[in-house]
């Protein structure tokens, strides 16, 4: 815009195809300004005259941050004089985006407009005002007031179109952070459903009890067979007395022409599980062969307590007049009593302290450990030397290397015990392995084919019983 004498020039700038848009866009908005700065001008001129020309730039080079054109355009649409636009002292604000932060510098330029509205009057009450008083004017042309008008109408309808715009773009920018939550919730998804079923499984499992030896059934009907199968399951609890129905019973595997698939059944809850590996010993005189675990039993995982009682499972709910079934079931026994062995003795070695094994030996005792005495006669009484005393036996008794022969084979002397009457536990073994095979020697009735089949350190508790 340019002031001649009492000229007010008003110059409408097109983008071209050669023009960058942005900055022709911003162009435009610098010379509006300008023009709301200057209506307050006119307005004090004495008999003005307003010149309008309808300038089509040809591809111009402009400056954002210099706020100026460098060169002169030279194309014009009409007339022939040059046009030299020099903008000095005016900040121009990029439109604003949602969701996005301000810079230092675009910061400034916001203050920067603001201060140039307060000063130049281009807000809208202002603008108003101004109308209202070119309007009252009589001496104004028509036109002009009629333009002026325009030019306002069109202002707010671009403010109006500006605040809606804001507005989409806000509810743009929160479907946008929606949609992240929901593709992270997702994702989330899926781990979260993996570790629900293995949650699920797992508690399925500590509540199952797996049962071997129930006979199949030759019904022809296969709900028949089921039935059947959960007649059997709730002899089994009455049997134990335990008072619950089993959700779930079912075969497991394909049949077999020797031998009886095992038997699955999934109880309200694991209480009802333990219950029945507390009652074990009833299943002795049942009417049936069989013996029955849990599924897991024997893993690393399991306590001290439960493994013992995995092992007495095995030991005592069998036919101990069928042979074939005993031996299965005391294999089984040997292969889980060696495992629960070699896992004491890894956990005794992964500790550095040696206070290691007296720990490992006191927490499976009732009560603490008595006072011991090495071979050497040197006793220990606190724990702190029982503790060191067990370390070196448990040491040594790796690096001694043992006779081929088997230690059962030779029988200790006897000596003399002044009042007591005692044996030698090799003695009570030889005596235990020439009684008859119908012969019961222990209150558990245990048969002598097991007692021979037995190490030779579990002799000491059976003799106990003699």
Known sequence: MLFEKTALRIILIYTTPFCNARNSALLRKAILALLHKAMSDYCCCDGPSLVLWDFNLADIEWIPDAMMLPSIVLSLKIGESLLDLVFCNCVIIPPSISGQCWSSRQQAECCAEDRLRKR????????????????????????????????????????TVLAKNQELQDQISCLREENMALKSALAEAGKTTANVMLLVEEKERQRSVVISGIPESKDPKSTERALHYLDFVKSILNHLEIECIPQITYRLGKPQVDRSRLVKVLLPNKFYKSLIFRRALRLRSFHVSFYCHWIGEGSLRDTIPLMTNTSSSYLYC??????????????????????YHKYVERKIFERSKKTSLYTSLNSVRPERIPPLKDPAGLSAVSDKSKASMLAKHFQKSFSVSLPNNDALDTVSPVHSMECSIWFYKEEIYEALSSLPATFTVTPDEVPPYFIQKISHSDIVPIGAHI
């Open 318 to 339: 069998i036919d101990a007049f069928k042979s074939s079934c005993f031996k299965a079931s005391s294999d089984r026994f040997d292969r889980f009593l060696n495992r």
């Open 120 to 159: 130049g009057g281009i807000g809208l009450e202002q603008v108003a005002t101004a109308l209202e008083q070119l309007h009252a004017d009589k001496k104004t042309p028509l036109f002009l007031k009629t333009l002026i008008s325009h030019m306002f109408s069109v202002q707010k309808q671009l403010c």
